[in-house]
């Protein structure tokens, strides 16, 4: 934790002259795309190695004299002096490890505290742990080709923003709705991405066990690596499986072409310690939602881009030989279990395709509610909540799901409804980008705002990307999201009374089927 905080500290002292480089001309994508992958390595659940965050902060350090070289250079073109920058811009971080631990312990998210209090420390968080879920989605989308200079400047200035060290509440919450602006269009990015690298999600039914042979486990987020191993393992009797939030992965049709994608293992992130311990394979983990492994598969996984854990073995590249040496050396399932599936890939163009007739069933009573239940599960207490409310939805209503939130209740049968699935897999966390459009093509063609809509969100919260997600949610003008189990902790009780009062933001009850009536009587909660 405390190399995180010296590498965060770091970056935004490397965002201040990339910002200042930028804004004469002399914009550096590539240092950008650094700052961007450097701080999704700080997310909940990526990488546990403090040789990755040393390695790093050197990294930063030399992307750093590469863009105050351009600043420089900039300025004497423009015929002006160089700004001396300060604070952030002119750390010079230790030689040591140890060294770097002693500076880190004043550079902390709650540095400042006792000059500023709490609620301002708050709603620094607020938007740091916001800024760390877009440039997750940031480089899901880099590895795919696809980049926009645009929010890569957006997060430099974000970054820039933080190292200011403000204190004005108001100016703080307005500065969050415009990262929550940002990320709705990386959410666009990284949809034009996943769809112009892999075909428009289309419905697709996948298999939730397992198939007698060879197999790797493949978790995370990442759908290159995926693609690259399903290449790599072709015609070789390996079967691939997906989970977690490697689900939706089936809803590609440049995915799920592979005959060897045989289907779904596991559940959730958090289930991962059982799933992985049981699974007769290697399991390739990417990108982030690792958690410590256990001695029982720790030999048998590999982590690869941003994730990491010390005495893992990490593949610094797209070449699985090694991984696929492993497969081929374990046992495999021996048998093949009895089916199970659940289906995938309703992403907007899929639904909004039927828009005809959903519109028909609202307008005639046939269709009266549209739930909106996802994001990040965990393993806290009260996360059954998410699995009893979807059981008592009511018949003519129809559930859009995504992110992992999705496995408390996506091996419940829902039954049909104007000839769709009641239970809509709309995909991966950012994914929620498409239950957004959804709803805003129901508002257009029904005449009326998203917040008229008979339409109730209840969001499972928990790590970074969620609050990413939520900041656009709330940029968006969304009102009444209902979050649970828990509110954000590292929002003081009169910061969350300000957010609460301002954008609607309600804490979920513990009576589920309670909650879901109050939904139901106001028609919009």
């Known amino acids: 934790a405390a190399l995180q905080d010296l590498l965060i500290y770091q970056l935004k002292g490397v965002a201040d002259y990339a910002a200042h480089a930028r804004a004469l001309g002399a914009g550096d994508d590539d ?3 650094f700052l961007s992958f450097a701080l999704f390595t700080t997310l909940t659940n990526v990488n546990f190695s403090p040789t990755r965050f040393v390695s790093l902060i050197k990294q930063a350090e030399m992307v750093k004299e590469r863009v105050r070289s351009a600043y420089e250079s900039a300025a004497a073109a423009a015929g ?25 312990m004043s550079l902390g998210i709650l540095a400042g505290i006792d000059e500023v209090g709490p609620d301002v420390i708050g709603l620094r968080a607020l938007i740091l742990y916001g800024l760390k879920g877009v440039c997750a989605y940031i480089h899901h989308a880099s590895v ?27 100016e703080l919450l307005e500065y969050a709705l415009g990262l929550g602006r940002t990320n709705l269009a ?10 112009g690298s892999f075909g428009t999600p289309s419905p697709a039914r996948v298999r939730m066990s397992a198939v007698e042979g060879k197999a790797i486990l493949v978790s995370g987020h990442d759908f290159p690596a995926l693609k690259a191993l399903l290449e790599q393992t072709e015609g070789t009797g390996i079967n691939i499986y997906t989970h977690g939030e490697m689900l939706p ?15 779904n293992y596991g559940g959730a992130w958090q289930d991962q310690q059982t799933d992985f311990a049981n699974f007769p394979g290697p399991i390739l983990m990417t990108s982030n939602c690792i958690i410590e492994p256990r001695q029982a598969y ?60 959903v519109l028909r069933a609202v307008k005639e009573g046939e269709l009266n509610h549209i739930f909106v239940m996802g994001g990040c599960d965990g393993a806290s207490p009260g996360r059954n909540y998410f699995r009893e409310y979807a059981q008592a939805t009511p018949d003519d209503s129809l559930i859009l799901t995504m992110g992992c939130a999705k496995y408390r209740f996506n091996d419940i049968d829902f039954g049909e409804l104007i000839g769709l699935p009641r239970l809509l897999d709309v995909g991966q966390c950012n994914d929620s980008y498409s239950a957004v459009r959804i709803a805003m093509g129901l508002a257009d063609a029904l005449g009326c705002e998203v917040n008229d809509l008979p339409l109730t969100l209840v969001i499972s919260w928990f790590e970074q990307k969620a609050v ?7 940029a968006l003008g969304i009102k009444n999201i209902n979050l649970g189990p828990t509110l954000p902790a590292f929002l003081t009780p009169a910061a969350i009374d300000i957010v609460v009062e301002r954008f609607g933001l309600g804490l979920i009850g513990n009576d589920p089927v309670a909650d879901l009536q109050d939904a139901l009587v106001g028609g919009v909660r």
């Open 249 to 263: 992965a089936h809803g590609y049709p440049e995915l799920r072409a592979y005959p060897h994608l045989v289907g």
């Open 186 to 195: 990386v959410l666009d990015l990284l949809h034009r991405a996943n769809s």
């Open 468 to 474: 990413a997600v939520l900041l656009t949610l709330l």
């Open 80 to 104: 002006a002096p160089a700004e001396r920058l300060t604070g952030p811009a002119e750390f010079v971080p230790a030689t040591t490890t140890d060294a770097l631990v002693e500076q880190a």
């Open 31 to 33: 240092a950008a795309d």
């Open 144 to 170: 795919m080709g696809y980049t926009d200079s645009a929010v890569l400047s957006d997060v430099e200035k974000a970054l820039v923003y933080l190292g200011s060290d403000p204190s004005d509440i108001e």
């Open 298 to 357: 720790k030999h048998q996984i590999f982590t690869n881009g941003p994730v990491g854990w010390p005495g893992v073995r990490h593949l610094e590249t797209h070449d699985f030989t090694e991984i696929i040496r492993a497969a081929q050396a374990l046992p495999g399932f021996a048998e093949t279990a009895r089916k199970r599936s659940a289906m995938v890939g309703f992403g907007h163009q899929a639904v909004l395709e039927l828009s005809d007739e």
